[in-house]
């Protein structure tokens, strides 16, 4: 018959190694994780922007990876208008070759704009998608490329055009 230590000892070595297992997993996790992002400052005669968007990836092989990320942006031309402008996006990348790289991004921007009252424009609060199909070089943790939004509208996106050249950073 087994005693109450030896039943003791085998929960203590069996909760320890589901533990260990448990924590090694989650180790794993972590290592195919890579944060990135970006900072945007504009500033000139009256106006001003600035952007905060971190992003993560999950690195699935050596050639696909997906991830999240995030946007926030203030803007403010004295006396003509204040926006601000809060989304996400969901993105995915394919390398061909170590140095091409493929892009897809969906991005999903509320833009909240209120106008100055002289101007008798009505303020703006809607919400603009993006898919941009994307195309790049890349160089270790840096891609440089271009991409085009699919889903462009002239009159709602925030963009100026639905060609933008981009540099990704992820560590």
Do not use: C
Not at 96 to 106: D, G, M, T
């Amino acid at each position: 018959m087994i005693n109450k230590n030896t039943v003791l000892i085998i929960l203590v070595v069996l909760f320890s190694l589901n533990h260990l297992i448990a924590q090694q997993k989650t180790n794993d996790f972590w290592n195919h994780v890579r944060f990135g992002g970006g900072i945007g400052l504009n500033f000139g005669d009256g106006f001003f922007s600035g952007t905060l968007a971190p992003n993560a990836i999950y690195e699935f092989d050596r050639f696909f990876a997906a991830g999240i990320g995030l946007n926030a942006t203030f803007d403010n031309q004295k006396n003509v208008y204040k926006s601000t402008i809060l989304g996400g996006s969901l993105i995915g990348l394919f390398n061909v070759i170590n140095e091409i790289q493929l892009s897809a991004e969906f991005e999903q921007l509320n833009i909240n704009r209120k106008y100055n009252i002289n101007l008798n424009t009505p303020d703006d609060n809607y919400w603009s998608p993006a898919l941009f199909i994307g195309a790049g070089y890349r160089n270790g943790n840096v891609t440089f490329g271009i991409r085009y939004d699919v889903l462009y509208d002239k009159n709602k996106s925030i963009y100026i055009d639905p060609w933008a050249p981009f540099v990704r950073f992820y560590f």
